[in-house]
């Protein structure tokens, strides 16, 4: 097989990478590792900044994220018994929109298929070869056969476990990593909303966080050991757990339900750099993880893959590269941005189980300023909608 760019890995970032040069007339083949219906149903992110919810409808893909997806213009940060609202859209004239990760997928495999794009699921043995060529291919499995794609670009988007990173030689790379000491339980619970804007709270038993997901089902997490079992979690335990960390002094409760989907994620901050080496460009997890505190994944994930299409169009159609070469550094000041913001949000609203008096006393001070200054709540507004591309 030949095509003009591989892709490994059907996230947010390879499925959108596909979409975007098809939309330019440039062909691709996107390799998956899992099933479609694998990955229309992993739950994971919710919140599209301003730029990436544009982004989704300027190209076709955002008409059901327009009628479903919820459009909010604030956020509540709650400590000490009260919540504060952070207006998102009078500081900065941006909005979120909270639609699911796994919507998002839906919609554009949707998109791919319609338009008779390559994408195979459950391949294995993916092997990238020859990055330092005019030609790189990439070897893989497909049902049970072997099989071979030669390309003019590779791209790596199969996210922080994939294969791709492992290809740019060691001597050439330098990771940045922090791991944090505690994890998120996330729950999915048959409701009705309980808050009309996300709840960010801190407590000292712990952060814990009111997502939606539709007028019927809410999205929960709570900060939790990493390495607990979601079987040591019953219901009453869940609920007890977040009714105390989102107490407050004006009478409001969350409301319970149902809860049909328990899971932990361990929280980590990485980046690899460069983004590139040779004729494979790397985007999304597959080059950096941020804890999702920030709520930046994904949204880091779409734009470096849009960046990296504007560039490839340059290369393939003009026979331009400068895109191609400027897109490492470019794409990594957005990166280490959100990286120092998912850090920030992560550091300000978790339970550091070794912090000292001193500490505790430094972090309400911060939620204090963060609340009180306009200027602070300014450039949480800003990070947060996502600053432009
Ligand atoms: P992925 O989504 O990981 O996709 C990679 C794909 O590659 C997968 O489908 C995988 O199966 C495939 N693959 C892997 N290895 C191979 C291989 N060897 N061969 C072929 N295919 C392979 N982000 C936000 O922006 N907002 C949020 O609110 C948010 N909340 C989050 C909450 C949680 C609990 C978690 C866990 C994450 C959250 N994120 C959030 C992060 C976001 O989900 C990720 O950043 C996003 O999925 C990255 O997209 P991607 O396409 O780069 O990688
Ligand atoms: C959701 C996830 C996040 O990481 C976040 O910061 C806000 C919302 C969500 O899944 O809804």
Same mark, same amino acid.
């Given at each position: 097989?030949?095509?003009?760019?591989?892709?490994?890995?059907?996230?947010?970032?390879?499925?959108?990478?596909?979409?975007?040069?098809?939309?330019?007339?440039?062909?691709?083949?996107?390799?998956?590792?899992?099933?479609?219906?694998?990955?229309?149903?992993?739950?994971?992110?919710?919140?599209?900044?301003? /730029?990436?919810?544009?982004?989704?409808?300027?190209?076709?893909?955002?008409?059901?994220?327009?009628?479903?997806?919820?459009?909010?213009?604030?956020?509540?940060?709650?400590?000490?018994?009260?919540?504060?609202?952070?207006?998102?859209?009078?500081?900065? /004239?941006?909005?979120?929109?909270?639609?699911?990760?796994?919507?998002?997928?839906?919609?554009?495999?949707?998109?791919?298929?319609?338009?008779?794009?390559?994408?195979?699921?459950?391949?294995?043995?993916?092997?990238?070869?020859?990055?330092?060529?005019?030609?790189?291919?990439?070897?893989?499995?497909?049902?049970?056969?072997?099989?071979?794609?030669?390309?003019?670009?590779?791209? /790596?988007?199969?996210?922080?476990?994939?294969?791709?990173?492992?290809?740019?030689?060691?001597?050439?790379?330098?990771?940045?990593?922090?791991?944090?000491?505690?994890?998120?339980?996330?729950?999915?619970?048959?409701?009705?909303?309980?808050?009309?804007?996300?709840?960010?709270?801190?407590?000292?038993?712990?952060?814990?966080?009111?997502?939606?997901?539709?007028?019927?089902?809410?999205?929960?997490?709570?900060?939790?050991?990493?390495?607990?079992?979601?079987?040591?979690?019953?219901?009453?335990?869940?609920?007890?757990?977040?009714?105390?960390?989102?107490?407050?002094?004006?009478?409001?409760?969350?409301?319970?339900?149902?809860?049909?989907?328990?899971?932990?994620?361990?929280?980590?901050?990485?980046?690899?750099?460069?983004?590139?080496?040779?004729?494979?460009?790397?985007?999304?997890?597959?080059?950096?993880?941020?804890?999702?505190?920030?709520?930046?994944?994904?949204?880091?994930?779409?734009?470096?893959?849009?960046?990296?299409?504007?560039?490839?169009?340059?290369?393939?159609?003009?026979?331009?590269?400068? /895109?191609?070469?400027?897109?490492?550094?470019?794409?990594?000041?957005?990166?280490?941005?959100?990286?120092?913001?998912?850090?920030?949000?992560?550091?300000?609203?978790?339970?550091?189980?070794?912090?000292?008096?001193?500490?505790?006393?430094?972090?309400?001070?911060?939620?204090?300023?963060?609340?009180?200054?306009?200027?602070?709540?300014?450039?949480?507004?800003?990070?947060?909608?996502?600053?432009?591309?």
């Amino acid at each position: 097989m030949r095509t003009q760019v591989g892709i490994i890995g059907a996230g947010p970032a390879g499925l959108l990478l596909s979409h975007l040069l098809h939309l330019q007339g440039i062909e691709s083949v996107v390799l998956e590792c899992r099933s479609r219906e694998e990955i229309e149903a992993t739950i994971r992110a919710g919140v599209l900044e301003q /730029g990436s919810r544009d982004l989704l409808i300027e190209t076709g893909v955002g008409e059901r994220m327009q009628r479903e997806g919820f459009v909010h213009h604030g956020i509540e940060l709650s400590f000490g018994g009260r919540r504060h609202r952070i207006d998102l859209t009078e500081l900065t /004239g941006r909005s979120i929109t909270v639609y699911a990760q796994h919507e998002v997928i839906k919609d554009l495999v949707a998109a791919r298929l319609a338009a008779q794009g390559q994408l195979l699921f459950e391949v294995s043995d993916v092997n990238i070869a020859d990055i330092d060529s005019e030609r790189p291919t990439v070897s893989f499995a497909h049902k049970g056969e072997a099989a071979r794609l030669e390309c003019d670009y590779v791209i /790596g988007c199969d996210g922080f476990h994939g294969v791709s990173r492992g290809t740019i030689p060691h001597h050439v790379r330098k990771d940045y990593s922090r791991v944090y000491p505690f994890g998120w339980f996330g729950i999915l619970v048959e409701a009705p909303p309980s808050s009309h804007e996300l709840i960010y709270a801190q407590h000292e038993r712990g952060f814990a966080l009111v997502s939606t997901r539709s007028a019927t089902v809410q999205r929960m997490y709570f900060q939790c050991d990493p390495h607990d079992k979601v079987e040591h979690w019953s219901d009453d335990r869940i609920w007890a757990e977040l009714h105390s960390r989102l107490e407050n002094d004006d009478g409001w409760r969350l409301t319970e339900g149902r809860i049909f989907q328990k899971n932990i994620v361990a929280m980590r901050s990485f980046v690899a750099t460069p983004m590139r080496h040779g004729r494979l460009f790397l985007a999304g997890d597959a080059a950096h993880i941020v804890p999702p505190t920030g709520a930046k994944g994904m949204n880091l994930a779409i734009a470096d893959v849009r960046l990296l299409a504007l560039a490839l169009v340059e290369a393939i159609r003009n026979g331009k590269q400068e /895109g191609l070469e400027r897109y490492s550094d470019t794409a990594l000041r957005r990166v280490w941005r959100a990286e120092h913001f998912s850090w920030f949000m992560t550091s300000l609203l978790h339970s550091f189980a070794d912090a000292s008096d001193f500490q505790r006393q430094l972090q309400r001070s911060e939620l204090e300023y963060v609340v009180s200054s306009r200027a602070a709540m300014t450039s949480l507004a800003e990070n947060y909608v996502g600053l432009p591309f």
